[in-house]
């Protein structure tokens, strides 16, 4: 395997990333992996790293982080809406809170054996999604690989991104959704996919969903292709504190489909507008709010699985 590069994003897994990166490159010299290294320094500079590393050729990137990091990776493989190498790959070493991505990828979280998967040089094409969205008032674009959500979802990963991960993911984000459950209010807002007016009323939260799992597992659409060219939407609607709490377990379960103010429907396009804007979340990470439009790009992303 010829011009790799390695994104790595040390302050990721509570910052134990940092210490464990020379035994994972280590590994990688073993196994006669020849690659280029770049430790990122903050946010957003994954994204210039890769896009950098793409235009002087590199075709292989491997990214050494959490779901967020994953997340500014795969946005570095476009520029201007369009792929600066559209053969380019991207392995995946989870090294996150919530390492939601692999899970539906299957790809393993021990390090030597996400390495192993990524020497094996299986390519699949995955879809990705592109949202148009608001941030501090100015339209904003990019990508997501895994899920986007708009409401509860997003207020919870922007409470957890605030505070230390040392409990690890699961706890992490339990402990920050029950905390949010508690103070959290339902929006009044509209949703449209492909044309049509899904819903209009109190939404507790939207989740477009390219991916199974978010949230350190929580299995939110659970019948959800990530290579199927569409997008599995999930409305919550208007659901109470009490209604949340007792059926919290059941998202983690991925039985929350059968409940009646829950819904799930295929598209490929979605709107969702708020009388007053809306958090979002895409793939553990909080960048804007709405008015946001989201839109699948089929079998955008080549990924090592």
Request: with cysteine; aromatic share 6%; net charge positive.
């Amino acid at each position: 395997m010829k011009d790799v590069f390695v994104l790595v994003n040390p302050a990721s897994a509570n910052g134990s990333t940092k210490k464990v990166w020379p035994d994972i490159e280590r590994e990688m010299k073993v196994r006669g992996l020849e690659f280029r290294a770049h430790l990122t320094t903050g946010r957003g500079d994954a994204t210039l790293a890769v896009r950098r590393a793409l235009k002087e050729g590199r075709t292989t990137v491997i990214s050494i982080g959490g779901d967020g990091t994953a997340n500014e990776v795969v946005n570095g493989f476009f520029e201007g809406g369009a792929p600066i190498n559209p053969a380019a790959r991207l392995g995946l070493i989870s090294r996150g809170t919530g390492c939601d991505l692999i899970r539906t990828l299957g790809i393993p979280k021990d390090f030597p054996a996400a390495l192993e998967t990524i020497l094996a040089n299986r390519e699949r094409k995955i879809d990705l999604a592109r949202v148009e969205f608001s941030q501090d008032g100015a339209p904003q674009q990019r990508y997501f690989a895994n899920i986007f959500d708009a409401g509860l979802g997003a207020v919870v990963a922007a409470r957890v991104n605030d505070v230390s991960k040392s409990a690890g993911g699961f706890l992490s984000f339990l402990l920050g959704t029950l905390k949010t459950i508690l103070a959290f209010k339902s929006y009044q807002a509209q949703v449209t996919a492909d044309g049509v007016e899904l819903y209009r009323g109190p939404l507790t939260l939207a989740g477009a969903a390219n991916g199974r799992y978010f949230g350190g597992g929580m299995h939110l659409a659970p019948v959800a292709l990530i290579d199927d060219g569409e997008l599995d939407l999930i409305l919550v609607r208007g659901m109470g504190k009490l209604s949340l709490l007792v059926n919290l377990v059941r998202i983690y379960r991925g039985t929350h489909l059968t409940h009646p103010k829950v819904s799930a429907h295929r598209v490929r396009e979605v709107v969702i507008t708020g009388e007053k804007p809306i958090e979002l979340e895409m793939d553990g990470e909080t960048p804007g709010k709405t008015p946001a439009t989201i839109r699948v790009c089929p079998g955008a992303l080549r990924v090592l699985c």
